[in-house]
């Protein structure tokens, strides 16, 4: 297989791409995220099309031979980019796809010097909080009770950039 065939390719998301997404979301959450588009009125609070539609959201997508392989949703803020929504395809699962999504996001927060990354996963989901070590962040926190859902509990990872040292000062 060539090189090419295989490269990952990390775009903006588009209105075409949320069929994919959709079947990817519902596949990979206990509680997915809804689409909110026409059918289902304004789009409901905490749906694709409602963050998306926030001033600071944004979506990216990684492409695989053509096909959407992952996605991730998130919020540029004054101090920190906070990764609301983040996913890979299944069937093409640790082959570097979030790591690559993971860098390109560390790249946005070196071009704005002292952002950090932030991210909350529930504290059930064992294989995400070994991802985000594995790339680098760390737990700093929980969020009890409230995340994803009521009654739940939730893991707070960071990282800044390139800069481990920043992270332990943090952290202390
Ligand atoms: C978490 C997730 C995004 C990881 O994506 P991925 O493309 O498979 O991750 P990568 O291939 O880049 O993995 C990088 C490293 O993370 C670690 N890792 C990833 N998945 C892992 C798993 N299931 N178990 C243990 N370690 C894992 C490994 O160290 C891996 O490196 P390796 O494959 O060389 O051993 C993917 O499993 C997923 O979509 N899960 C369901 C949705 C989800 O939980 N999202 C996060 C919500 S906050």
Redesign the pocket.
Known sequence: MSEKRNAIYIRWMIRRDMPEIMDIEDD??EFPWRLGDEKEGRPPKGSFLAILSERNAIGMVAEIDGRIA?YMVYVLGESRIELLN???RRDV???????AMIDKLRATLSRRCGKWLV?F?DEN?L??Q??FR??GMRATGIEIGSWPKEGRNAIRFVCRSREPAAVKEALS
């Open positions: 990979s959450f992952g983040f996913a890979v699962r640790r082959r570097g796809i979030g790591r991210v996963t989901n294989p995400a070994l991802f594995a790339v």
